[in-house]
Nanobody
Framework: QLQLVESGGGLVQPGGSLRLSCAAS????????IGWFRQAPGKEREGVSC????????NYADSVKGRFTISRDNAKNTVYLQMNSLKPEDTAVYYC???????????????????WGQGTQVTVSS
């Protein structure tokens, strides 16, 4: 059974940090681009960061560059999103996703995702 399970979300104060994890089961992540997306209430789902399967190349939304870092551990079949200097506008449900497309295409066009995790809530508030 194919599964992507996100964890690590929660409530954090502005300026704080969180690390999200996405563990895959039922398939190996080695052959796919992996991405993190987020959706805030009343807004469309947007790509946050994506990482390729081949050369480890990455893509980041302008709003998170310099603050977020995506990484993958193929041995653990897990992808991470380290989020630092969090802002209230980062508040959203964060989703892990997989695609066979390039990281650039995947992060810009969520319709290129073929499988989604269930999401984890991140709330940045004082």
């Amino acid at each position: 059974q194919l599964q992507l399970v996100e964890s690590g979300g929660g409530l954090v104060q502005p300026g704080g940090s969180l690390r999200l994890s996405c563990a895959a089961s039922g398939f190996t992540l080695d052959y796919y681009a992996i991405g993190w997306f987020r959706q805030a209430p009343g807004k469309e789902r947007e790509g946050v960061s994506c990482i390729s399967s081949s050369d480890g190349s990455t893509n980041y939304a302008d709003s998170v560059k310099g603050r977020f870092t995506i990484s993958r551990d193929n041995a653990k079949n897990t992808v991470y999103l380290q989020m630092n200097s969090l802002k209230p506008e980062d508040t959203a449900v964060y989703y892990c996703a997989v695609s066979v497309h390039t990281v650039q295409a995947m992060c810009v066009q969520p319709e290129y995702v073929f499988y989604w995790g269930q999401g984890t809530q991140v709330t940045v508030s004082s």
